[in-house]
């Protein structure tokens, strides 16, 4: 694994130096869009949808819209006065019990390494909150952005977990909720309770497995061992455009074709009025490209 953030914690005047490390990685099966015909990838491009012009990264801003439609734009300057955190410290603020953290707010969860010499102050805290059965809520600037956080132990080590804003967790707001007040009667509630004790145990999450990533790379492999691709054309790196300068003056309506048209017209004047012309064997082209260079 690679750290993707370094630190400390700190908690009164004890600090903790450590390393911060993605505890989780998705393996949800992803496609990509395609042309059925030939399995040419499909590509999009940043189209303005006023003028409808293709638009380039560097003339893209950032816009907020407003309820009512109208658009903000945000440049750079504007960003740069908004609040914000590049701080290096998990900040522990309290030590909650355990059963007060709702895990509906709980969002991304790192490990966190201590280092070499933290060794000692990293077990210490670890075994205290493991003992007390509480978590300590933090805050922590990930991104250059502030955020609440909570410290726990999971099994030998400290885990941070990113936490939700209250205003980012729905109410449930249902009208068929009122409805389920007292309607189960005591004798459907012991049987309800008699159906929960014969589905109990233990969570063992070997137990579980992806059956549909599972149908797909199985389905994937006999494809490809049956022969049932599309090769699409490999993409050449745009290293930019080589241009063979002068092959491109010497095209039809190029410089030197038109030097060319203009000196022969020139000549076929200076013979009507009778003007002695020197033969010439001089090739325009050499000249031209010296120009150019």
């Known amino acids: 694994m690679r750290a993707i953030w370094k630190g400390a914690v700190s908690f009164g005047l004890v600090s903790v130096p450590v390393k911060l490390y993605a505890a989780t990685e998705n393996h949800d099966i992803s496609f990509r869009q395609v042309h059925a015909k030939d399995g040419g990838r499909i590509k999009y491009k940043r189209v303005c949808s006023i003028d409808g012009e293709e638009v380039e990264y560097a ?74 059965d509480r978590m300590a809520v933090c805050t922590v600037s990930l991104r250059n952005r502030m955020t609440t956080a909570v410290l726990r132990v999971r099994d030998d080590v400290l885990v941070l977990q990113t936490m939700m804003w209250p205003d980012e967790v729905r109410k449930p707001d249902f009208s068929t909720l009122s409805a389920t007040e007292d309607a189960a009667k005591p004798q459907e509630l012991k049987m309800a309770q008699m159906l929960v004790e014969t589905l109990a145990g233990d969570y063992d999450p070997s137990e579980y497995e992806d059956d549909y990533a599972t149908a797909v790379e199985a389905l994937v492999k006999a494809k490809l061992e049956g022969g049932e691709v599309k090769h699409a054309p490999q993409e050449e790196p745009k290293t930019g455009e080589v241009v063979d300068l002068l092959a491109a003056l010497q095209r039809p309506g190029g410089i030197i074709s038109q030097l060319r048209l203009f000196v022969s017209a020139t000549i076929d004047v200076l013979q009507a009025e009778q003007v002695i012309i020197p033969p010439t064997t001089v090739d325009l082209a050499p000249a031209v490209a010296h120009t150019v260079e």
Do not use: C, N
């Open 59 to 132: 003339d893209i801003a950032k816009g907020y819209e407003a309820d009512d439609g109208q658009m903000v734009v945000l440049d750079d300057s504007d960003l740069a006065e908004l609040p914000s955190s590049s701080s290096r410290e998990i900040s522990v603020e309290k030590f909650v019990p355990s059963e007060q953290i709702d895990p509906m707010f709980l969002e991304k969860s790192y490990y966190l390494e201590p280092d070499k010499a933290a060794a000692k102050p990293y077990a210490l805290l670890r075994e205290a909150i493991r003992e007390a």
